[in-house]
Every structure is written in C-alpha cells, then in structure tokens.
C-alpha cells in the first residue's frame, strides 16, 4: 500500500477522522459500566455505607485491560501510538483516541482489526492500516501496567513533570491525593464529576471545595512521560493555583 501524499500532520488528522467514522469508538456499546473499573465498598452487613458516596465509574479507555505491560510505537509519518494487547484484544491509543480491536488470521507475527483499521505486528516491527493511510511503525520501549498491588486503593494514577506532581484517585470514593511541588505540598481533597463522555474517553473532575479550586481532564490518548518516556493511556492536565500541569495517567483495575 502506497503512503498517503498529505503532509503527515494532514495524514495522521484524516486518519483520525477516518478511524472515528469508521466506527472505533474508545468505549463499546455498555463497556463503560463494566466492574473493573471503580471498587464499591460494601458496610458491615454487605450493603452499601450511605455515608460514604461511592467513587464515580470511568471509561474503559483509560485502562489497559487484562494486558500486563504496555508499549510504545514510533511511527513513520510521524506519530506515536501506544498498545496494550493479549490473546483476546489489542487496546490501541494514538493523539486522536483510544480503539479495540480483535484477533485476526494471520500467517505470522500477529495481526488485529476492527473495521477498516488493522494492526499487524511482527516482533519489533509493525504496521498500522486504515482506509486512508499506512503507519510504519518500530517498537520502542515496554513497560509493566501499574497494578493494586503496588498502589492499593488507587483507581487512577497520574504524574508529571517541571515541577514534580502525582495525582491518585481513590478507589472506593470521589477523593484525590494531589502531591505538588516535587511532593513539598500534600492535598486530599473531595471531587466532582463536571463531564463524562465514555465514547470519547473523556472525563472532567472538579474540587468539591469551594477554598481549594481545581480541574482535572483526563483523555484516552497515547501520552509519554516527560522524562522517561514510558507510554501511558491517558493524557492529564491539572489546573490548580492559576497554573497548567500536563502530564500522563492510567486506570488501576481490581
């Protein structure tokens, strides 16, 4: 298949149009609700503490699955993309949205669709296909999904870069842990959820105190860390104290 004459910023848009229209949405249709993603703490008795509102569901898309590592492509026309994949699915994220796609018979490497866009892969090597477009893509670097085990009672870690600062969402209730200034400033503090769109992975939280304001958006897109470069699912923006803090994130399921 031919490259796409279009300039690669021009390529790469199309191809996320093309993508959309073809029907890859981040979520699919009644994903958005499934159990992995948020925790309900049960009171004694086994029946929800009323006193305790439960942590808010999040979209799919931000979390990696049953995949145990994730991976991080560059490709040619420029773009970066970043997967997560096992026997049953390939969960692929690019600058323009996340997208599921399933197993397809292949002669050799692996090969995965949905739609018009597949994804072939051949060890370091692979190449990503759509009705309008062919990446070339070189694996670049691999790294272990965050897990329960190393951050118990966290449903959504974040970090970034210049100055240092974490962001953990709590997994049982609509709480976040914001560590700011190189971790010199410690806040705990309740949210809301001001914008949930599932089919976009796209998710908006607010302080739920009115002497501590704050927005965090989270989106479902490739994201790499400012200065390892490890690939994430999640691309974050921390607005607090008239400051932007951009950084990169992923959904920790049970």
């Not at 029946?47 to 991080?72: D, V, Y």
């Not at 118990?152 to 974490?166: L, S």
């Amino acid at each position: 298949m031919s490259r796409h004459p279009a300039s690669p910023a021009h390529a790469l848009a199309l191809m996320g149009a093309a993508l959309l229209l073809a029907g890859c949405a981040a979520t699919p249709p009644g994903d958005a609700t499934r159990p992995e993603i948020a925790d309900r703490r049960a009171a004694p008795g086994g029946e929800a503490s009323p006193a305790t509102p439960a942590a808010p569901l999040m979209p799919s898309a931000f979390f990696p699955g049953e995949a145990s590592a994730l991976t991080a492509w560059r490709c040619t026309p420029a773009q970066d993309l970043v997967t997560a994949a096992t026997d049953e699915e390939l969960r692929l994220w690019s600058a323009h949205g996340a997208y599921r796609l399933q197993p397809a018979v292949v002669a050799s490497g692996a090969r995965y669709q949905q739609g018009d866009l597949s994804v072939w892969n051949k060890g370091n090597e692979a190449v990503v296909e759509s009705a309008t477009g062919r990446l070339d893509c070189t694996r670049d670097m691999t790294r272990e999904v965050l897990t329960r085990q190393e951050r118990p009672g966290i449903m959504f870690h974040a970090r970034g870069n210049e100055p240092g600062w974490v962001v953990n969402l709590s997994s049982d209730r609509p709480e976040v842990t914001l560590l700011l200034d190189y971790g010199a400033r410690e806040l705990t503090l309740p949210y809301r959820v001001t914008t949930l769109d599932n089919d976009e992975g796209r998710m908006i939280l607010a302080s739920g105190r009115a002497d501590t304001p704050f927005e965090l958006r989270l989106e479902a897109r490739a994201c790499f860390d400012g200065m390892s470069g490890q690939p994430f699912p999640a691309r974050v923006t921390l607005t607090i104290d008239g400051e932007q803090l951009l950084g990169c994130g992923q959904g920790i399921a049970p």
